[in-house]
């Protein structure tokens, strides 16, 4: 049962490397201003979640957001990494507790169009009352961060076409990417997180 614990806690503790390590590759996007950067982290995330079941996803999540935290400190007094981590929650918890109950194709693919929906939506309701407002107290003050929108999209004029025109298409298109890439992986690398430690001779 000890080694059983082990085993759990090591392969989730390299899951969240991996995922530290892909926040660490971000890009931009042409229809949202420069501080929206994309990232794939939520593929080891996600692919935590479905093979050693919801609970270990969302300790994923929560140790990358940790390692993320050492690495590169807050400009938000902690706010944007709390935000962070419970968008990402809502992605990968409903994905994995769905795939939990319906352990089959049909079953992660519905489980990762319900946790893209979820990351949009409460995406979008964390940026428009807790991160954005958070930004415009410590960074920047919220009429430079909706000029850097309106740079973009000139449908952009205030907190929320900023959090409809980019924050929604943003978090949306980071969900499917996630998932399409975690769909085309999954498989390869689910037998490695499901095998057992070799036992002692």
Same mark, same amino acid.
């Given at each position: 049962?000890?080694?059983?614990?082990?085993?759990?806690?090591?392969?989730?503790?390299?899951?969240?490397?991996?995922? &530290? =390590?892909?926040?660490?590759?971000?890009?931009?996007?042409?229809?949202?201003?420069?501080?929206?950067?994309?990232?794939?982290?939520?593929?080891?995330?996600?692919?935590?979640?479905?093979?050693?079941?919801?609970?270990?996803?969302?300790?994923?999540?929560?140790?990358?957001?940790?390692?993320?935290?050492?690495?590169?400190?807050?400009?938000?007094?902690?706010?944007?990494?709390?935000?962070?981590?419970?968008?990402?929650?809502?992605?990968?918890?409903?994905?994995?507790?769905?795939?939990?109950?319906?352990?089959?194709?049909?079953?992660?693919?519905?489980?990762?169009?319900?946790?893209?929906?979820?990351?949009? $939506?409460?995406? &979008?309701?964390?940026?428009?009352?807790? =991160?954005?407002?958070?930004?415009?107290?410590?960074?920047?003050?919220?009429?430079?961060?909706? &000029?850097?929108?309106?740079? $973009?999209?000139?449908?952009?004029?205030?907190?929320?076409?900023? $959090? =409809?025109?980019?924050?929604?298409?943003?978090?949306?298109?980071?969900?499917?990417?996630?998932?399409?890439?975690?769909?085309?992986?999954?498989?390869? $690398?689910?037998?490695?997180?499901?095998?057992?430690?070799?036992?002692?001779?």
């Amino acid at each position: 049962m000890k080694k059983g614990r082990v085993e759990y806690i090591t392969k989730i503790s390299v899951l969240a490397v991996i995922s &530290a =390590l892909l926040m660490l590759l971000e890009f931009p996007l042409p229809f949202a201003p420069a501080f929206y950067e994309l990232d794939l982290s939520e593929i080891a995330v996600l692919i935590s979640g479905f093979a050693l079941g919801p609970m270990a996803g969302v300790l994923t999540e929560l140790i990358k957001v940790l390692l993320n935290l050492l690495m590169n400190g807050t400009a938000t007094a902690f706010v944007g990494e709390i935000s962070n981590f419970v968008i990402g929650v809502s992605f990968v918890l409903p994905a994995s507790l769905i795939y939990k109950y319906r352990k089959n194709f049909s079953g992660a693919l519905i489980g990762m169009v319900i946790g893209t929906l979820c990351l949009t $939506v409460i995406g &979008a309701f964390i940026n428009y009352y807790v =991160l954005v407002p958070a930004y415009s107290r410590f960074f920047m003050p919220m009429e430079k961060i909706v &000029a850097m929108g309106t740079a $973009v999209n000139s449908n952009i004029d205030g907190l929320k076409t900023l $959090v =409809l025109f980019a924050t929604v298409p943003f978090n949306f298109l980071k969900g499917v990417i996630c998932s399409v890439v975690t769909a085309l992986v999954y498989k390869r $690398v689910s037998p490695i997180l499901h095998k057992k430690f070799s036992k002692k001779p």
